[in-house]
């Protein structure tokens, strides 16, 4: 059954853009609800902003690409934890270092995940996160020495469930309608097709993600809502867990 989980999110994302692409994904997903966002540490911790939460945020996503060295990185998770010192930190990074990564391992951090790798699964993927020790992508994971494991449990986010008979005319339909929420009309102008041609299409989609799934969702869930939910969703399938080792914090 899917449960609800209500993890409330606070984005710290310089670029506008990708913040209310973050804030568009989020919000399809019922497990997680931003109540704030900010472009600067500054404006973020500022209390006197008006997108300060009222109350701490369950995940701060910590654009990496405010933080041009290990240090600064280090500066931030710091000053967050000061102040919200039960929220867990998600970096994302556009341009992942290990260096990076395995400073925000030590400082107790919950993630450091490359933007590439997390796509439209960022729901799942802060859901995941928020649920294990220190989570980072497949491509970090590659990154990391041998000997980081030793001193710090790591878990590699499971790659997103893979749908092989979404054709990709068929996915581009899902991205316009669903995703980017376009009316059929206009994403009908933007695929050179007709307009019952794409809502023909949007039903495949809806079959074949109905059919590679067996999870059980609320009733009052729209198909377009259960559609996004199983195309971002992660394949577990994908997970092993690792044995726990101790979580060393850097003073």
């Avoid at 606070?10 to 804030?23: C, G, M, N, S, V």
Wanted: hydrophobic fraction near 40%; proline fraction near 7%; aromatic fraction near 10%.
């Amino acid at each position: 059954m899917f449960e609800y989980d209500d993890i409330t999110v606070f984005i710290l994302e310089r670029d506008i853009y990708a913040r209310q692409a973050i804030i568009s994904y989020l919000g399809w997903d019922r497990r997680t609800r931003v109540i704030g966002q900010a472009s600067t540490l500054h404006e973020m911790l500022s209390p006197a902003a008006a997108n300060y939460p009222q109350a701490p945020p369950d995940v701060v996503t910590l654009d990496t690409g405010l933080t041009s060295t290990v240090e600064k990185l280090e500066e931030y998770i710091r000053l967050i934890l000061s102040k919200m010192p039960k929220t867990s930190i998600i970096c994302l990074a556009h341009h992942p270092d290990p260096a990076m990564a395995a400073s925000a391992a030590h400082l107790r951090a919950r993630g450091y995940l490359a933007r590439t790798e997390v796509g439209v699964a960022i729901a799942p993927a802060i859901c995941f996160t928020y649920e294990h020790y220190f989570v980072v992508t497949r491509d970090v994971a590659s990154m990391l020495p041998s000997e980081f494991n030793d001193s710090i449990r790591v878990d590699v986010l499971p790659e997103r469930r893979r749908y092989p008979n979404l054709t990709q005319r068929l996915e581009q339909a899902l991205f316009l309608c669903v995703i980017e929420g376009l009316p059929a009309e206009v994403a009908a102008e933007e695929m050179g097709v007709s307009t019952s041609t794409v809502r023909s299409y949007i039903k495949q989609v809806y079959r074949i993600l109905e059919a590679s799934d067996d999870e059980s969702y609320p009733i009052a869930m729209s198909p377009a809502e259960r559609a996004f939910v199983r195309y971002s969703a992660l394949d577990d399938r994908d997970y092993f867990p690792r044995s726990p080792s101790p979580m060393k914090s850097v003073a």
